[in-house]
């Protein structure tokens, strides 16, 4: 009587083989070929500050121009990033910023004249025209 390892062998041997044997996945790969392909490719700088993948879809090397001073830290800050390039501020947008550094120099005024509610469709008065 044979043993299982035997039975197993016998088994094992009958099996088809696969025309090419099959390869580890390279999840990790910094080779952009193998991990960024299809739809999630590359396509424009979604930033719109004109600095490409300095600001966006690369691993961070840059610190946040917000934060950082680039000039007097002698250190790289993505500047010009986001909504203030894409609507050309020249400054960070002063509605992004708590209401104590509203009327800090350098940002940009984005708040628009507060006119209030108009009469007819101020939320209080209710369905009353």
């Given at each position: 009587m044979p043993s299982n390892q035997d039975i197993i062998e016998e088994h094992k041997s009958n099996l088809p083989l696969p025309e090419q044997p099959p390869v580890a996945p390279?999840?990790?790969?910094?080779?952009?070929?193998?991990?960024?392909?299809?739809?999630?490719?590359?396509?424009?700088?979604?930033s719109h500050s004109g600095l490409g993948s300095d600001t966006l879809r690369e691993p961070a090397t840059a610190s946040s121009g917000v934060r950082t001073d680039g000039e007097a830290?002698?250190?790289?800050?993505?500047?010009?990033?986001g909504r203030e390039a894409k609507?050309?501020?020249?400054?960070?947008?002063?509605d992004a910023v708590t209401r104590d550094a509203k009327n800090k120099p350098g940002l940009a005024d984005t708040t628009g004249k507060d006119y209030g509610y108009p009469h007819k469709s101020d939320p209080s008065s209710g369905l009353k025209q």
């Open positions: 390279d999840w990790n790969s910094a080779d952009e070929r193998t991990v960024n392909v299809g739809a999630g490719g590359r396509q424009e700088d979604l830290w002698k250190t790289n800050a993505a500047v010009g990033g609507d050309d501020l020249g400054g960070i947008p002063n």
